[in-house]
């Protein structure tokens, strides 16, 4: 099915561990984006990205790292982890940025990431 | 103050009742409206799509919005308890730019 996919599903990391978080999109999406989820929170932008090679950050770009090398792929690399950043990762994806034409932004399933 | 609030819940409601969710926003720049639904464990997805203000009907859903107010809204109408999760509200500005996201509510219909 098009879609979305991101792995790993869940993950525990020492702190001070690497670890780089896969987003991949079948549907020719523009527009990729990675956020966090804190419970009770809303979604915090991290980094996104409006084309292959174009990347730009976010409201809390600090402690991660992100590449676009092609339009499918987003990965999010997390250097030297803190227990901060404990959270759920959701990846997205848009044909625009903006939902000009209402499509709204595809999510991933998210990663579930625990820094111990 | 953050730029889009939304009540956090939780919302309990019999099945078969009206939910009304809200969020308030401060940017009388935001342009773009839309409501997700997201069930435990699993990424949002979009419900409802609006572009300034009026009101939208999809089935049981329907948006809202008020600009002159900066005051959105989503009704369901008959609930079901597979309408039990968290709703999110999200706004832009523009074509081409990021999408703001209230916290969610989190809504429960019981049997």
């Not at chain 1, 979604?43 to 409006?50: A, D, G, Q, R, T």
Request: proline share 5%; glycine share 10%.
């Amino acid at each position: 099915n098009a879609g979305v996919t991101q792995t790993p599903k869940f993950r525990i990391l020492k702190i001070g561990q690497s670890m780089t978080l896969q987003c991949a999109q079948d549907m020719n999406h523009n527009y990729m984006y990675w956020y966090r989820q804190d419970p009770g929170m809303g979604l915090k932008l991290i980094y996104y990205s409006v084309g292959a090679g174009i990347t730009d950050k976010g409201e809390v770009p600090n402690g991660y790292n992100v590449s676009r090398s092609t339009t499918e792929d987003f990965p999010l690399r997390l250097e030297l982890a803190a227990p901060s950043q404990t959270s759920v990762y959701f990846c997205a994806s848009s044909p625009t940025g903006g939902d000009r034409l209402g499509y709204g932004y595809t999510f991933g399933s998210g990663t579930r990431l625990t820094v111990v | 103050q953050k730029e889009v609030e939304q009540d956090p819940g939780p919302l309990s409601v019999p099945e078969g009742a009206i939910v009304s969710l809200n969020c308030t926003y401060s940017n009388s720049a935001f342009q773009y409206f839309m409501w997700y639904r997201q069930y435990s464990r699993k990424g949002p997805e979009l419900l409802m799509y609006t572009y300034s203000s009026g009101n939208k009907e999809d089935g049981r859903f329907t948006a809202q919005v008020d600009k002159s107010s900066k005051y959105i809204s989503l009704f369901i109408r008959d609930s079901q308890p597979s309408d039990s999760a968290t709703y999110l509200c999200a706004m832009s500005k523009a074509a081409g730019n990021k999408l703001t996201f209230g916290g969610g509510t989190r809504v429960l219909v019981k049997p």
